[in-house]
């Protein structure tokens, strides 16, 4: 699978944007996917997933409440609502997806996803 990300931009803190992660290639029906985010001299970190139908998601504690992760598989498209976003939300946010059964669980592990997506650039004005 093909994943593209888009969406990132510059916004006041307390603002929303939302992502979108477009995929090609195999049935991205059969993907579970998920972001993932990294900032400036900081480790590359989870922020949401979802499972291949959509019905389990998860989510860092950092976001929880806040961000809100849906996927559109008849578009072949992943979201990521922000809201009341933070300056330490400012990161480069990519997506990424794996194969998986239907009764699969999310999973938080970067190690565990087998197609990254490049990724939009968030940034977050105090």
């Known amino acids: 699978v093909q994943l593209q990300a888009s969406g990132g931009g510059l916004v006041q803190a307390g603002g929303s944007l939302r992502l979108s992660c477009a995929a090609s290639?195999?049935?991205?029906?059969?993907?579970?996917v998920g972001w993932f985010r990294q900032a400036p001299g900081k480790e590359r970190e989870f922020v949401a997933a979802?499972?291949?139908?959509?019905?389990?998601?998860a989510y860092a504690d950092s976001v929880k409440g806040r961000f809100t992760i849906s996927r559109d598989n008849a578009k072949n498209t992943v979201y990521l609502q922000m809201d009341s976003l933070k300056p330490e939300d400012t990161a480069v946010y990519s997506c990424?997806?794996?194969?998986?059964?239907?009764?699969?669980?999310?999973?938080?592990?970067?190690?565990?996803?087998?197609?990254w997506g490049q990724g939009t650039l968030v940034t977050v004005s105090s």
């Open positions: 290639g195999r049935p991205f029906s059969r993907h579970a």
């Open positions: 979802i499972t291949r139908g959509g019905g389990d998601t």
């Open positions: 990424a997806s794996r194969p998986t059964i239907l009764s699969a669980l999310v999973t938080t592990t970067p190690g565990e996803y087998t197609d």
